[in-house]
């Protein structure tokens, strides 16, 4: 019994880490074409973020008219 609800903890949480890994690439490929090129060092930013705050940088970046939006935005959400 015990041994089954281990297995199911663990079968959520990489179901879990996949969604989360499956939206910082999209995140990252949306930044990328609205953008070009992103730094390195703000890509590793936004892969540290929780799904919430990537949900909301998805929404967020449809506003940013400039790199400097989303460093703002990282840098609010770090604070």
């Known amino acids: 019994?015990?041994?089954a609800s281990l297995y199911q903890q663990d079968r959520e949480q990489a179901i879990q880490e996949g969604n989360k890994q499956g939206e910082q690439r999209l995140i990252?490929?949306?930044l990328n074409r609205?953008?070009?090129e992103i730094d390195s060092s703000l890509i590793?930013?936004?892969r540290e973020?929780?799904?919430e705050q990537l949900?909301?940088?998805g929404e967020?970046?449809?506003d940013?008219?400039?790199l400097t939006d989303l460093e703002a935005w990282l840098t609010q959400q770090e604070g």
């Open 60 to 62: 967020a970046l449809l």
């Open 55 to 57: 949900e909301a940088l």
């Open 64 to 66: 940013f008219s400039a």
């Open 1 to 3: 019994m015990r041994l």
């Open 34 to 36: 609205r953008f070009g």
């Open 28 to 30: 990252i490929r949306q």
């Open 49 to 51: 973020l929780s799904i």
């Open 44 to 46: 590793e930013r936004v």
